[in-house]
């Protein structure tokens, strides 16, 4: 019996995550679900605590590796309209938490708001970004951020202040179930001068990351001062391989994931690296990634 199926929302049984993840990895979710209305969204969230149900996010699945056996409870995706629309009144855009990253940079620059550019090129969703302050060299999405609206696992809606938020190199406060949607205050530029500007940064963002047809997900966190590819090109890493996952020789940070690649081969590539790389320089590097 389906636990869910009062609420309008999409339900599906036993769906490979690895038709979903970035790295097509993943093992099947008991239940994947895709809300429709935001009081759809609290009634699973609430069904799922009631029938003791674990309950996870999943976002673009950029970030993101799954264990090939599958995780079980609930999955949910927040894909409707009502999660990934944004608009704007003045200097300030609101963005809903489901939105793509991409999608919201690209908005912000058509409406003449600059900050968010820099984080061109950078996959996932304004959530997924916001709970790990997604940033590049120019600044993290942290900065721009004045309110965010959360859900928690039992279903209370909580608007965070600026004053309540506390944003650090690659993590934030934001550690709720579900980022409902975050409010943003931009610098107002000339459209025109904002997309040369974007597409510029695009071009030399995509240069150094690998083309491939199959999965590719972004490793390691770049240590504060320091760059991680940089420290795996040292250890000579670049084109090890481990079963069917390699790391890229386009770009050290990146692994590869080839037909057959499997989670515990990912694993053991990621040992090794971390175990050379301290070796050679004595850093540890951290993963990136969220690992179910």
Request: aromatic share 6%; glycine share 10%.
């Amino acid at each position: 019996m389906n636990p869910f199926s009062e609420f309008d929302a999409q339900v599906q049984t036993d769906v490979p995550l690895s038709t979903i993840t970035w790295s097509h990895l993943g093992g099947p979710a008991q239940y994947l679900i895709a809300p429709q209305t935001v009081d759809a969204l609290t009634g699973v969230v609430k069904r799922a605590r009631e029938e003791q149900l674990p309950i996870r996010i999943l976002g673009s699945g950029s970030n993101l590796l799954v264990h090939d056996r599958g995780v079980p409870g609930v999955v949910l995706r927040l894909t409707a309209p009502v999660f990934t629309e944004a608009n704007t009144q003045g200097n300030r855009l609101k963005a809903a938490g489901g939105m793509k990253l991409g999608d919201l940079i690209s908005f912000a620059v058509g409406k003449g708001l600059s900050g968010l550019e820099s984080l061109v090129g950078i996959p996932g969703t304004v959530g997924g970004a916001l709970r790990g302050n997604t940033g590049a060299r120019n600044g993290d999405i942290g900065q721009w951020t004045k309110q965010a609206t959360v859900m928690t696992t039992s279903g209370e809606i909580i608007v965070h202040s600026k004053e309540d938020l506390v944003f650090s190199y690659r993590k934030s406060s934001l550690d709720e179930l579900v980022i409902l949607s975050a409010e943003f205050h931009l610098s107002e530029e000339d459209p025109q001068e904002l997309t040369r500007r974007l597409q510029k940064q695009w071009i030399v963002t995509k240069a150094s990351q690998p083309v491939a047809d199959e999965g590719l997900c972004l490793i390691f966190k770049d240590p504060p001062g320091m760059d991680a590819a940089m420290l795996i090109e040292q250890a000579q890493l670049k084109g090890t391989r481990v079963g069917e996952v390699e790391v890229s020789d386009r770009h050290a940070n990146f692994f590869l994931f080839h037909e057959n690649a499997s989670f515990e081969d990912t694993l053991r590539l990621i040992e090794l690296v971390t175990q050379q790389v301290s070796d050679r320089s004595g850093i540890e590097l951290e993963v990136q990634p969220t690992i179910w």
